[in-house]
């Protein structure tokens, strides 16, 4: 994959409100009241077009799979945290060493087991990306149907650009229905849509008022309208390069039918906005080039694997999504509950050879806001398919049970954890004398050396595989910038906790993230592609 992101457009440096008409294009009918139908294309394209008002997906009714996210915690799990609680306070009474012992045994296991778990995804991507030959993007017109679906909320700033960049999508306009999805009730977009004149193929559908307000339950309304073989979701602020849909037919045909999602590689265009911004895109190349082609063997789909998706540039069978009842509208990152009820069905997940840029958020409050949101959800999909572990066992196998501990319950709980091993850390420095010895005394023989194992080769080996991703894909000016990996953990662990505590007080709610920062005039554009070289050039 070409690492430097693509040069900003000049229609990603200003706000286009108008553009040339087009003879054929398919532009939303607004109503006085402010909602939006969809025009009859049958003259214009093969697309049926659906009549009528959305319907009530079986998730809104209480009837989607075990109910999902809408039920928060059974009473089962409450009884099982409630005793694990009461066990460790009665353990600290009676046996504090002990105790403390025992619960520091367990935080090193999960360290350990996590690390090495990540060191095996990333030298597997490092084979499976020598192994696979992605196929060459499909050819010609005559293609399947290909549904895109853009969930859109108090998006008026970026919806013009959004537009301009979905008609750079490399597809025949006549194979191609876009659904920009807009709240009812949410004027600011909506008024900014009357504005655009929309290319062929693209519809505004409006989302009936409901509950919950999240993502997931736009989707699910989209869903209902989609007339594609294949279906993608993108976010506001996307620039998908433009032969994705291409490469995503053509890695289809090529994939087995139990191959039923293909996920794209996610990064940043504006990621030297700052520091933050910097960090996050190095964050999101250890995973999507390193630990997703791991998990996915590089785009073969390997079988028996959990794969959690990313919460956009996910392509799907449509008719396989449909039978899964799409998207948990309550779970706040309806994306890894997906990947997990696709495990469970027995279908699989690829990787596609295709990147899509984002943008990142490039301040501390927002980006704490937008990670919180996301441990939030893992949190809640942990709870909803841990309501049967042995079901999941068996749904999932041995392998897929593993990746979804690891991945989901491991990394969550891990976050949660490293404030407390953190001040234990502060506290052995800080004290000294019997103070000092106390802690000594948690730490035996036994438990020492692998204690010293996690702290100082586990961190090491982290940080050494944020520089080697940064090298070996292609960010190698960013290398400097992953030596202070330790200080954006902390502000991982920052977000899991407020995300936890949204989830205790408010577990539906959606922590929304603003789109069109990079776009200001305080933004700074992303260099060209002869100042990236010229820096990797330097760093090398």
Request: proline content about 7%.
């Amino acid at each position: 994959m070409n690492a430097i992101p693509p040069e900003p457009s000049a229609e990603d440096q200003q706000i286009v409100n108008e553009r040339p008409a087009d003879t054929g294009a398919i532009g939303p009918s607004v109503q006085p009241n402010g909602r939006t139908t969809m025009p009859d294309r049958a003259a214009r394209s093969p697309l049926r077009v659906l009549k009528g008002e959305a319907r009530s997906s079986d998730w809104d009714c209480g009837d989607g799979p075990e109910s999902g996210a809408r039920l928060v915690i059974t009473g089962a799990e409450q009884l099982t945290l409630g005793l694990l609680a009461l066990l460790i306070v009665v353990g600290l009474f009676v046996q504090l060493r002990y105790t403390l012992v025992a619960s520091i045994a367990f935080v090193t296991a999960l360290y350990l087991g996590t690390g090495g778990y990540k060191i095996w995804l990333m030298a597997w991507g490092e084979f499976g990306s020598a192994r696979y030959s992605p196929p060459p993007p499909a050819e010609g017109d005559d293609l399947p149907v290909y549904t895109v679906l853009i969930p859109l909320y108090r998006e008026s700033r970026i919806l013009p650009v959004l537009v301009d960049r979905l008609a750079q999508l490399d597809y025949p306009a006549d194979r191609l229905q876009v659904l920009l999805l807009i709240e009812a009730d949410d004027d600011e977009t909506q008024l900014a849509a009357q504005e655009l004149e929309l290319p062929r193929g693209m519809q505004f559908v409006t989302v009936p008022l409901g509950q919950p307000r999240t993502k997931p339950r736009a989707l699910n309304v989209g869903l209902q309208f989609a007339q594609g073989d294949y279906v993608v979701v993108y976010d506001a602020e996307d620039r998908p390069e433009p032969d994705q849909l291409r490469k995503a037919v053509a890695a289809f045909r090529r994939l087995p039918d139990d191959v039923v999602c293909l996920q794209a590689r996610l990064n940043f265009y504006n990621r030297y906005q700052s520091l933050l911004a910097r960090l996050f895109a190095v964050d999101y190349a250890t995973w999507y080039d390193q630990f997703l082609p791991g998990l996915t063997d590089s785009g073969l789909a390997r079988p028996g694997v959990f794969v959690p998706l990313g919460g956009t540039s996910n392509h799907f069978r449509i008719a396989s999504l449909r039978a899964l009842s799409g998207w948990d509208p309550y779970n706040v990152t309806e994306d890894c509950d997906l990947g997990t009820r696709l495990g469970r069905g027995g279908l699989r997940t690829g990787l596609l050879d295709s990147v899509t840029w984002e943008e990142a958020v490039p301040r501390v409050r927002p980006w704490i806001k937008q990670r919180s949101r996301w441990v939030k959800g893992y949190l809640q999909t942990y709870l909803v398919h841990m309501r049967r572990p042995a079901q999941l066992w068996r749904e999932l196998g041995a392998r897929g049970f593993l990746d979804f501990q690891l991945l989901v319950g491991a990394n969550s709980l891990i976050l949660l954890l490293n404030p407390l091993m953190w001040l234990l850390t502060a506290a052995y420095v800080a004290t000294s004398g019997s103070s000092r010895a106390f802690v000594e005394s948690l730490f035996p023989t036994w438990l020492y050396y692998p204690a010293l194992l996690s702290f100082v080769i586990g961190n090491f080996v982290l940080l050494y595989s944020w520089i080697f991703v940064c090298v070996r894909r292609g960010y190698a000016e960013l290398t400097r910038v992953a030596l202070l990996a330790p200080l954006y953990w902390v502000l991982l662990s920052v977000g899991a906790w407020v995300g936890l505590i949204s989830l205790i007080r408010n577990p539906f709610y959606w922590a929304k993230t603003e789109h069109g920062v990079s776009l200001t005039r305080d933004s700074t554009a992303p260099p060209s592609p002869a100042t990236v070289a010229a820096r990797a050039e330097q760093v090398v």
